[in-house]
């Protein structure tokens, strides 16, 4: 079985965890290293030797995790190819493996162990390994024996990259709502959320209809998740059905107890028919 070929850019320092590649020169596919270990759908070949890491990946495993990748949408740069998953089952969020780092995804690295995993910001668990860059910080720590000094350094690094990251999300906030409040200078709203209308009646069509193919209906359904509104209105449904179902929880408390007068009225008004016939013999007599 064919495998991919390591190697290394050219331009990156050397031991940078990010500069190792994969490729495949017959099939013209290069890949990043860490594309490859943190894809959800992507395993290491199985006679991968630790101690051999020219030979890991097969070329054939590679192509149908790039398939896989073709119909999963970014969470950050609305792309496809996003094979990177978040690790929380119920999570639909989708990455390229580095538009997860700008998202500020956590990321768990267990070489020993061969764990790649990733999380969204939303499902962070708290006990990531490191954000990407005091994570590159580590692999490069088992290449060499840093000084206390060079810690120091390693651990500074990770806080200007951390801010760094947080100052690219505000910005990237900020150009989104100085764009939306373009459009509505110019009068586009309208017609945008007439377009965004037309896509949900489009997405509805598609999960009602029993013709969909399943590839379609997983893209709509991922779709619909991956741009929060979806998931912010079932949110809002679910919290209103358990508010109408405690008050028809007390509607009924109600209905019973008076249910519960009324029987008992009945029974004092009204004789048993044993009563009645007992009286009808003792009027005759």
């Known amino acids: 079985m064919a495998k991919m070929v390591r190697t290394t850019c050219a331009f990156c320092s050397e031991g940078e965890a990010g500069s190792v590649m994969y490729i495949a020169t017959e099939r013209n596919i290069a890949a ?17 030797n630790p101690e051999n890491l020219e030979i890991r990946f097969d070329v054939s495993s590679v192509l149908k995790e790039l398939r896989r990748g073709k119909r999963l949408v970014c969470n950050f740069c609305r792309k496809k190819g996003a094979t990177v998953g978040c690790e929380e089952r119920a999570c639909r969020r989708s990455y390229h493996f580095f538009c997860a780092l700008c998202d500020d995804a956590a990321v768990e690295t267990d070489e020993v162990n061969g764990v790649y995993r990733v999380f969204c910001p939303k499902h ?6 490191n954000h990407y860059d005091a994570a590159n910080k580590k692999r490069r720590r088992t290449l060499t024996s840093p000084t206390i000094t060079e810690e120091m350094s390693t651990e500074e690094t990770a806080e200007e990259n951390h801010l760094q990251i947080l100052k690219r999300k505000n910005n990237r906030h900020k150009v989104r709502i100085d ?19 037309d896509t949900l009646h ?12 399943e590839t379609e209906y997983e893209e709509t359904v991922m779709a619909l998740f991956d741009c929060g509104l979806f998931e912010n209105i079932l ?50 007599e």
């Open 179 to 197: 764009f939306v409040r373009k459009c509505k200078q110019a009068g586009l709203l309208d017609d945008i959320f007439e377009e965004m209308l």
């Open 124 to 129: 962070d668990p708290g006990n990531r390994t």
């Open 202 to 213: 489009l997405a509805q069509e598609k999960l009602m209809d029993d013709n969909t193919s």
């Open 32 to 48: 990043h290293q860490d594309c490859l270990l943190f894809s959800s759908g992507f395993v290491e070949s199985e006679d991968h």
């Open 235 to 284: 949110t809002n449904i679910y919290s209103g059905t358990e508010e109408k179902i405690q008050k028809l929880l007390e509607n009924r408390k109600r209905l019973d107890h008076k249910i519960e007068l009324l029987q008992d009225l009945k029974e004092a008004i009204l004789p048993t028919p044993e009563n009645t016939a007992s009286t009808s013999s003792t009027v005759s």
